[in-house]
């Protein structure tokens, strides 16, 4: 079993601590600045193994972004003039 602690705590601020000069306090007030600078991603255990690092990371995602980019095409589409061959009359290829 445990022994009891005897050191015991209380929940009162020390008397070093003035309250009145403690008001005005925000919260949150740098929560957007966090944020903004932030952008963590918790990866699975046996990819982080393949990419230990960061730049392993930036360099495996721009390379699959430039080549999403590259499969899909460009945005906008000429339409080509509709060209259909006209077979000759006579004898057909062989």
Do not use: H
Request: hydrophobic share 35%; no cysteine; net charge positive.
């Amino acid at each position: 079993m445990k022994k009891a602690s005897t050191n015991k705590r209380t929940d009162e601020l020390r008397p070093e601590y003035d309250l009145s000069k403690l008001k005005g306090g925000v919260r949150g007030k740098y929560y957007r600045q966090a944020i903004a600078g932030t952008n963590l991603v918790l990866i699975e255990p046996e990819l982080a193994k393949v990419f230990p690092d960061t730049e392993s990371v930036n360099r495996a995602l721009r390379l699959l972004a430039d080549t999403a980019e590259a499969a899909a095409g460009p945005t906008w589409r000429v339409r080509a003039p509709n060209k259909r061959l006209k077979r000759t009359a006579g004898k057909p290829a062989a």
